[in-house]
T-cell receptor, first 114, second 116 residues
Framework: DQQVKQNSPSLSVQEGRISILNCDYTNSMFDYFLWYKKYPAEGPTFLISISSIKDKNEDGRFTVFLNKSAKHLSLHIVPSQPGDSAVYFCAASGLTGANSKLTFGKGITLSVRP | GAGVSQTPSNKVTEKGKYVELRCDPISGHTALYWYRQSLGQGPEFLIYFQGTGAADDSGLPNDRFFAVRPEGSVSTLKIQRTERGDSAVYLC??????????????FGPGTRLTVL
């Protein structure tokens, strides 16, 4: 029973174009949604997050959109750069205490072509 | 400042053996989490500590797995009678307070466990 789903295993985009990474969830009790980026042989690195009370959060080239009615979020990277090539994990959690544990999707491998 | 560190980075053991995996969180972080990542999967929650106590161990797969954090800093994940299915990357993360909003989890590089 996967509560966070990333249905596309990979995405390839041209440098300078937009990358759109999608994520769906089933648990309506999640309060917080996060994106982590992971390079080989390293741990996941926090990228950006959004509270369930918001529908958009922007940080530089990265924007996360949340559609609560559809239980869907997406990460937009624009413009994409070759250094963005990595595995991206969508994650969700409650807010505090034991609910702060993260539930991850399977990840999507992004390749940005020079 | 130093991030989360984990030792060893790689551990190869034989089926049936006992292993210990160590995590050094960021100084001052009260919350500590263990996750396990199998090939082709995202990390899966194992256990959460707030200070010295295990506040949630619902992710531990069975009683062969145990974790401690005796002084509220370093944590050790212990696996008894290892099985081939235990092979995975074990990730540790810490956060300042264990509150998702504004207190993100910082991950270590992981320990790759291989059970032969």
């Amino acid at each position: 029973d996967q509560q966070v789903k990333q249905n596309s295993p990979s995405l390839s985009v041209q440098e300078g174009r937009i990358s759109i990474l999608n994520c769906d969830y089933t648990n309506s009790m999640f309060d917080y949604f996060l994106w982590y980026k992971k390079y080989p042989a390293e741990g996941p690195t926090f990228l950006i997050s959004i509270s369930s009370i918001k529908d958009k959060n922007e940080d530089g080239r990265f924007t996360v959109f949340l559609n609560k009615s559809a239980k869907h979020l997406s990460l937009h990277i624009v413009p994409s750069q070759p250094g963005d090539s990595a595995v991206y994990f969508c994650a969700a959690s409650g807010l505090t205490g034991a609910n702060s544990k993260l539930t991850f999707g399977k990840g999507i491998t992004l390749s940005v072509r020079p | 400042g130093a991030g989360v560190s984990q030792t060893p980075s790689n551990k190869v053991t034989e089926k049936g053996k006992y292993v210990e995996l160590r995590c050094d969180p960021i100084s001052g972080h009260t919350a500590l989490y263990w996750y396990r990542q199998s090939l082709g999967q995202g990390p899966e929650f194992l256990i959460y500590f707030q200070g010295t106590g295990a506040a949630d161990d619902s992710g531990l797969p069975n009683d062969r797995f145990f974790a401690v954090r005796p002084e509220g800093s370093v944590s050790t994940l212990k696996i008894q009678r290892t099985e081939r299915g235990d092979s995975a990357v074990y990730l540790c993360a810490s956060s300042f307070s264990g509150t998702s909003g504004g207190s993100e989890q910082f991950f270590g590089p992981g320990t790759r466990l291989t059970v032969l």
